[in-house]
C-alpha cells in the first residue's frame, strides 16, 4: 500500500471484532476501534490504532468515531461493520425490548455509521469499501438454532449490502458481507462444542481468524462488491 489506508471496525473489543482488528494492524492499515467499553476491554491504542467508547447504535458515537478516524489519521477508506448481537430462542418468547436492541445495535449500528463513513468516502473521491458481519442462518435456518427475530436483522443486511453496492459503484465505494456459521468466541462459551460442530457440514467450529481473513480479502479485493462471503463450513449449500 502505498499511503496507509485507515479502517473503522466497530463492536472491535472481542471475538471477531478483536480478530479483524489484528488482522488489519499486522497487514499496516491504521484502525479506529469501537465498541461499548472497548478502552476497558485490555485492548490498548498504539501509534496506528484509537479505541472510542460508545453505542454504535446511537447515532452520536457513530459521528465521534467518525470525527477521531479523520482527526487522528485523516481519511476513512474502509469500515468494518462487525458490531452486532444474537439470541436464540423460540420466535413467541422473543420480548418488545430484544427486538429493539436487535435493531439498534443491528440496524442503527449499520446504518448510521455507514452513512458518516460513505459520505467522507465520496467527498475523498477515491472510492472504499463496506464490510459487514452477517450470519449464514440468514441464508439457511436450523432446527435446533432458532434465531428467527435476529435473523430479520442479519437478512436485512445481506439485502442493503447488495443494494448499495449497486448504488454506489460508479464512485468505487464496494459494499459486501462476511457471512459466519459457528464461530468460536465468547458468544458459545457456555454452549456444548459437540453440539456445535453439528452446525457445520465439515463438523468443526471457525475460528475467528477464519472471519477476519475473509474479512481482509474483501477489503483488498478492488473488483469485488455485492458479495456475501460465507464461512460456514458450507452450511449455506444446504442439508447434510
Known amino acids: ?83 452486532g448481537i444474537y439470541t436464540s430462542k423460540p420466535f413467541t418468547e422473543y420480548s418488545a425490548d430484544d427486538l429493539r436492541r436487535f435493531v439498534s445495535t ?18 475523498q473521491g477515491a472510492g472504499g469499501s463496506v464490510t459487514t458481519i452477517t450470519a449464514a442462518l440468514a441464508d439457511n435456518p436450523q432446527t435446533g438454532a432458532s434465531g428467527s427475530i435476529p435473523m430479520i ?3 436485512g443486511l445481506n439485502t442493503v449490502t447488495l443494494s448499495l453496492a449497486n448504488e454506489y459503484a460508479k464512485p468505487r465505494i464496494r459494499f459486501n458481507a462476511v457471512a459466519p456459521g459457528v464461530v468460536d468466541t465468547p458468544m458459545h462459551e457456555d454452549h456444548p462444542q459437540e453440539l456445535l460442530k453439528t452446525l457445520s457440514p465439515m463438523g468443526t467450529i471457525a475460528a475467528a481468524q477464519d472471519v477476519a481473513d475473509a474479512v481482509v480479502y474483501l477489503i483488498e479485493a478492488r473488483y469485488v462488491t455485492g458479495e456475501v462471503l460465507h464461512v460456514d463450513g458450507g452450511a449455506h449449500a444446504g442439508r447434510w
Open 1 to 83: 500500500m502505498d499511503k496507509k489506508k485507515t479502517v473503522i471496525v466497530t463492536g472491535a473489543s472481542q471475538g471477531i471484532g478483536a480478530a479483524i482488528v489484528r488482522a488489519l494492524l499486522d497487514r499496516g492499515y491504521n484502525v479506529v476501534a469501537n465498541s461499548r467499553s472497548i478502552s476497558k476491554s485490555g485492548i490498548s491504542p498504539t501509534a496506528n490504532l484509537t479505541l472510542v467508547d460508545g453505542d454504535i447504535g446511537d447515532v452520536a458515537t457513530a459521528e465521534r468515531v467518525t470525527k477521531t478516524a479523520l482527526s487522528s489519521f485523516g481519511s476513512i477508506d474502509h469500515l468494518v461493520n462487525s458490531a
Open 153 to 155: 436483522t442479519k437478512g
Open 106 to 123: 443491528n440496524l442503527y449500528g449499520f446504518v448510521f455509521i455507514t452513512q458518516f463513513a460513505v459520505k467522507e468516502m465520496l467527498a
